[in-house]
């Protein structure tokens, strides 16, 4: 299936009648915590940074489930850092939240922080953008509701992602630009 960028929220046929009252984006929040155990590690006790994209993967899945009600597939993960390690039995957190949506696609924000349980001290670990498309029953996109954006910092993700958006879509063009010549 095929659908324009540019005209975001125009009704899918076939979609639920509410589908374009706007969704707080609060409303998406979902919080994991977790302690990191043997089976997130290597044999250093460090955890693996491919252990952390899952539980990022999951989390912001269910942010995007949330938001709008519907099953979600991965459609891209945009790059991701690592910025301080993770040890056995720290408590990684990982925040995710809908930032903006279009058509059929939510892109979804995550952080993952780690505690020290004993000390108390927190660490960021790494910063996420996600986008999922929201699928229907057949397993085609399907349209999604709008994000309202309530607080001065969730205006500031909805336009961060919106700038997101453009990147992402102008690299996928450029790249099938010259896969076509
Ligand atoms: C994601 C998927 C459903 C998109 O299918 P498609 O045929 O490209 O669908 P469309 O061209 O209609 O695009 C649908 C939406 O996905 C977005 N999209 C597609 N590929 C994308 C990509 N690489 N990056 C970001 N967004 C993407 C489009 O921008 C569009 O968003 P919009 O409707 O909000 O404007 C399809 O590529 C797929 O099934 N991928 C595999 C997903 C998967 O298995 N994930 C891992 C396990 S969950």
């Known amino acids: 299936m095929n659908l324009p960028f540019h005209d975001p929220h125009a009704q899918v046929e076939g979609g639920p009648a509410d589908i374009l009252v706007p969704r707080p984006a609060s409303a998406s929040a979902t919080t994991t915590a977790i302690v990191m155990e043997l089976e997130h590690a290597n044999y250093l ?30 459609a ?58 929201a699928l229907d029953e057949e397993g085609h996109p399907a349209q999604v509701p709008p994000v309202r954006a309530d607080t001065p910092e969730e205006v500031r993700r909805q336009r961060q992602a919106q700038v997101r958006r453009e990147q992402r879509l102008a690299r996928k063009r450029a790249v099938e630009d010259v896969a076509r010549e």
Request: charged residues 20%; hydrophobic residues 45%; negative net charge.
């Open 45 to 74: 006790g460090f955890i693996h940074g491919g252990e952390i994209m899952r539980l990022v993967d999951n989390g912001a899945a269910v942010a995007a489930h949330r938001h709008c009600k519907r099953r979600v597939v991965t």
């Open 76 to 133: 891209a993960m945009d790059d991701m850092s690592f910025l301080v390690p993770v040890h056995l039995g720290e408590l990684l957190t990982v925040k995710a939240m809908v930032n903006d949506a279009h058509r059929t696609s939510m892109e979804v924000g995550v952080r993952v922080e780690v505690e020290n349980i004993q000390t108390g001290e927190v660490r960021h670990v790494s910063t996420a953008y996600l986008v999922f498309v």
